[in-house]
């Protein structure tokens, strides 16, 4: 098992930032991929941005431009920094690493994301 704890959630007003974490309890595979998924009250979970094993990042259409993803390998975290946030951005945040040809597959507990004037 690889724990993964998120933090920096929090109330921000619309047009603010927030960076959140995803730190892991112990080191991970760079052939991992490292994704961040949000669910809002009455949606499905859905995909915000994903950095596969080669570096490359893959973002949401609707956070293209305000979103950027990123890992550090050196201390076992993945961010996402969040700009020029929207209300419909409001959601639980969740961190994901998983290799698919592995079955590896680990979530962190999400973190509450929530912007409103």
């Known amino acids: 098992q690889v724990p993964l704890v998120e933090s920096g959630g929090g109330l921000v007003q619309p047009g603010g930032s927030l960076r959140l974490s995803c730190a892991a309890s112990r080191s991970i595979s760079r052939l991992y991929y490292m994704g961040w998924y949000r669910q809002a009250p009455g949606k499905q979970r859905e995909l915000v941005a994903l950095?596969?094993?080669?570096?490359?990042?893959q973002y949401a259409d609707s956070v293209k431009g305000r979103f950027t993803n990123s890992r550090d390998n050196t201390n076992n975290t993945g961010y996402l920094q969040m700009n020029s946030l929207k209300t419909e951005d409001t959601a639980v945040y969740y961190c994901r690493v998983f290799q698919p040809t592995s079955g590896v597959d680990y979530w962190g507990q999400g973190t509450q994301v929530t912007v409103s004037s």
């Open positions: 950095i596969l094993p080669d570096g490359t990042t």
